[in-house]
């Protein structure tokens, strides 16, 4: 499932990634995520990444987490 998500997130560009990983990162520590920009937020919808929650924030998907992680390993390799 990983391989279809490389070939869809060749859109997004890094600050997209960038706020994925501030959802995330305020999700796993308990928080309401931040204010994302409208643009950012319908992208990053759009590709199936985060979700809407109750608060009028986003929540990140299986398919978001599982994308972060494999730019999380591209961004490895590139260094």
Do not use: Y
């Amino acid at each position: 499932m990983l391989g279809d998500v490389a070939g869809m997130d060749s859109n997004l560009t890094p600050e997209d990634f960038d706020w994925l990983r501030n959802i995330r990162a305020a999700a796993d520590a308990g928080r309401g995520s931040p204010p994302v920009p409208k643009s950012v937020a319908a992208k990053l919808a759009a590709f199936g990444f985060v979700e809407s929650n109750a608060l009028g924030g986003f929540t990140v998907t299986e398919l978001g987490r599982g994308a972060l992680l494999e730019q999380d390993m591209r961004d490895a390799e590139d260094r």
